[in-house]
């Protein structure tokens, strides 16, 4: 038996991670819909969305975890003989279950894409029809303010999944922002907040939480370039 027959379904269910946290996009963007067709926190929709980027929430935590098993076993085993393999199985099973049993609901609701979602909703009930207003302003200043509000400090293009940080206020975007934390902390370095003037020298993931209204807005000005 080779640990291949590990390594080949785990790397499957790894590939389909990055869908969990675009669902949970899709369903911030209809919880705003909702709330832009004048919805409100409380309504029924909006409600059954909370519920399914919680339970999203809840279904990644919980392939993570198990990847985590996972890898840590067969790290293990592969430095074993071939016939560890054969209880494998039950010891992953039983350490999920542990891990599992040991979590809690209440920390869902800490997660960067749970916090965004809340966070859209209040902000699009608060501006109301931000939108509209958005269009009467004259052109030349809404297209310096889509600038000032769209690039990224550090690609210098147009923000793709906008991420804002939590201790100074500004954003990056998401690959962006990780790639020059990644690189910084491989050089054993902080990583300072790239706007100009800015006095946060040490941002960190933690830091860091999804801005799905201007998520959208950005969309919205790119499909309206089309």
Do not use: W
Not at 37 to 45: A, K, M, R
Not at 171 to 200: F, S, T, W
């Amino acid at each position: 038996m080779s640990i291949s027959v590990v390594n080949v379904p785990l790397s499957v269910l790894k590939s389909f991670q990055p869908d969990i946290g675009t669902t949970m996009d899709i369903v911030t963007d209809v919880a705003m819909d909702l709330v832009e067709c004048h919805e409100t926190v409380h309504s029924s929709g909006v409600e059954a969305m909370q519920t399914m980027i919680l339970n999203c929430a809840e279904l990644e935590r919980e392939v993570n975890c198990f990847v985590d098993v996972v890898e840590r076993f067969t790290a293990e085993v592969s430095q074993q003989p071939p016939e560890a393999l054969f209880g494998l199985s039950d010891r992953v099973k039983q350490q999920f279950a542990e891990k599992k049993a040991s979590l809690s609901d209440a920390e869902l609701h800490n997660h960067p894409k749970v916090v965004a979602f809340k966070e859209s909703i209040n902000s699009s009930l608060q501006q109301g029809n931000a939108a509209e207003n958005i269009e009467e302003v004259d052109e030349d200043i809404a297209v310096t303010q889509s600038q000032v509000n769209f690039t990224c400090p550090l690609t210098q293009v147009n923000m793709e999944n906008p991420m804002r940080n939590k201790v100074c206020n500004h954003h990056y975007d998401e690959k962006a922002i990780l790639a020059m934390i990644k690189a910084r902390h491989k050089q054993q370095k902080r990583c300072r907040c790239p706007v100009v003037g800015c006095g946060n020298t040490d941002v960190t993931q933690d830091h860091l939480v999804p801005d799905q209204l201007l998520r959208r807005r950005i969309q919205k000005q790119n499909s309206n370039k089309v």
